[in-house]
């Protein structure tokens, strides 16, 4: 977190929070969502300003309700996930970049959803990769050492959780073979505790 931020919350306690203005997209890419952008459940309008992605970023933190939010000086503004916390872009080297600049630290697990994106757990983020990058990475994948066809992997991604749980599909994360699961976004979510709209207490 900023200097000038941790000077200002002292600064300003009790400044109220804010909810529902601020989006992060399926790609990455934060969005600011108007009145008329909540009203109809829009997106929101991309944030371009590099400075300003970049202050985001660096301050983008979760509380102890697994609420995801910017703090933005005295301020906390909430952010709607539109997916995980954290979205990634595979690099050329096979590394993925997490969309606030750093590269995500070696993976502890490995899921493909049920509408085929895919999300990683580290010991500290939950991230989706980019879904440009899926064919890149599903090109990597092996089963009994052998590349994975497509008719394989439309059967692994129409079948539960629980009739996969003897798969044997590897999927190659920043060079370390993981075996491939299958989960829900929603489940995810929720074994992380993780809200993906905060909203105030009624």
Avoid at 162 to 189: C, F, R, W, Y
Wanted: charged residues 25%; hydrophobic residues 40%; glycine residues 4%.
């Amino acid at each position: 977190m900023d200097d000038i931020v941790q000077a200002a919350m002292a600064k300003w306690p009790n400044v109220p929070h804010c909810y529902g203005w601020l989006s992060l997209d399926a790609r990455g890419i934060w969005r600011m969502r108007d009145e008329r952008a909540q009203a109809l459940n829009l997106p929101g309008d991309p944030i371009r300003n590099s400075t300003l992605v970049s202050f985001i970023n660096r301050n983008y933190l979760c509380d102890s309700s697994g609420n995801w939010y910017f703090q933005n000086g005295p301020q906390k503004v909430y952010v709607d996930l539109l997916a995980t916390p954290y979205i990634a872009q595979l690099l050329p080297d096979q590394s993925w970049r997490l969309h606030t600049g750093e590269i995500m630290p070696p993976a502890e697990r490995v899921w493909m959803l049920d509408d085929g994106n895919i999300v990683c757990k580290t010991a500290q983020h939950l991230c989706q990769l980019d879904d440009r990058d899926l064919n890149l990475l599903i090109d990597d994948c092996r089963e009994n050492q052998q590349a994975l066809s497509e008719t394989r992997l439309l059967e692994f991604l129409n079948t539960s959780a629980l009739d996969n749980l003897t798969s044997k599909i590897e999927v190659n994360i920043q060079g370390v073979p993981l075996i491939l699961e299958k989960s829900s976004l929603e489940a995810l979510m929720r074994e992380e505790n993780y809200c993906a709209r905060p909203r105030p207490k009624a």
